[in-house]
């Protein structure tokens, strides 16, 4: 059995896709409205794949039916594996451990979602440290294929070839890389939003101009603004004030429109308006 521990975004999407690979999967939200909301949004998302004829309606209730979920970490005490995928913040994420540490047995690997946060620290609060390791799945998870796996400090050779082998059997691509603030992919994705939302800030362009050029002058297939919707613009700005924080460098601050629009709860798509407004 897998476990996901929070029923958001990506805990969801985390347990759809353990799940639709046939692995037995306990979702864990110590708030039951989240718990049922992600079990809406992974119904959806198959209904969605039942649509386009990539899912039958067969499979969609087996994948449904794979997944379990409580309100209690203590019943993830059979779990070979876990992944945490809770808030942006690393006093939460270390409760989060410690008590997996209590539940899950001894040879349980304790895997973090964190898009930013040290791995080495939040192994450093268990008692297990050389089984703990990121695990970073991108948004949306059923369909994006990259996995960053993340060795901390303390990560055995045994539970990075355990997690990349795991990524490789549910379709994911595992590429690995060191501990290190924001990792690769939000190191180098964070700048880039963070620059475009400086340009609406400084009226360079408008979010549509910013986003086009992006899309049709470089490729991109979405917006940094539409993505930092997408991301959501609360974890945008986590994501910024820790690689800030952490690598000293004041390239990495976050732009006033970014605090301002957080502070006033336009985080994007899951509030229903960010840069953008959503249906």
Known sequence: MLGVVGAGTMGAGI????????????????DAAA?????ASIQGSLA????????????????LARIRTTTSLADLAGAELVVEAVVERLDVKEKVFRRLDEVCPPAAILATNTSSISITRIAACTKRPAKVIGMHFMNPVPVMALVEVIRAQ?????????????????????????????????RVLLPMINEAIWCLHEGVAKPEAVD????LGMSHPLGPLALADLIGLDVCLDILSVLQRDLGDDKYRPCPLLRRMVDAGLLGRKSGRGFYTYG
Not at 15 to 30: I, K, S
Not at 53 to 62: D, M, N, Q, V, W
């Open 15 to 30: 347990a759809q896709v353990f799940a639709g690979n046939d692995r037995p999967t306990t979702l864990v939200d110590v």
């Open 154 to 186: 303390q990560t055995s050779d045994e539970t990075t070839r355990a997690v990349v082998d795991l990524a490789k059997a549910l379709g994911k691509t595992p590429v690995e890389v060191n501990d290190s603030p924001g990792f690769v992919s939000n």
């Open 212 to 215: 086009t050029v992006m899309k």
């Open 35 to 39: 718990l049922e909301r992600g079990l």
């Open 48 to 63: 969605r794949l039942v649509k386009k004829g990539t899912l039958t309606e067969e499979k969609s209730r087996a994948v």
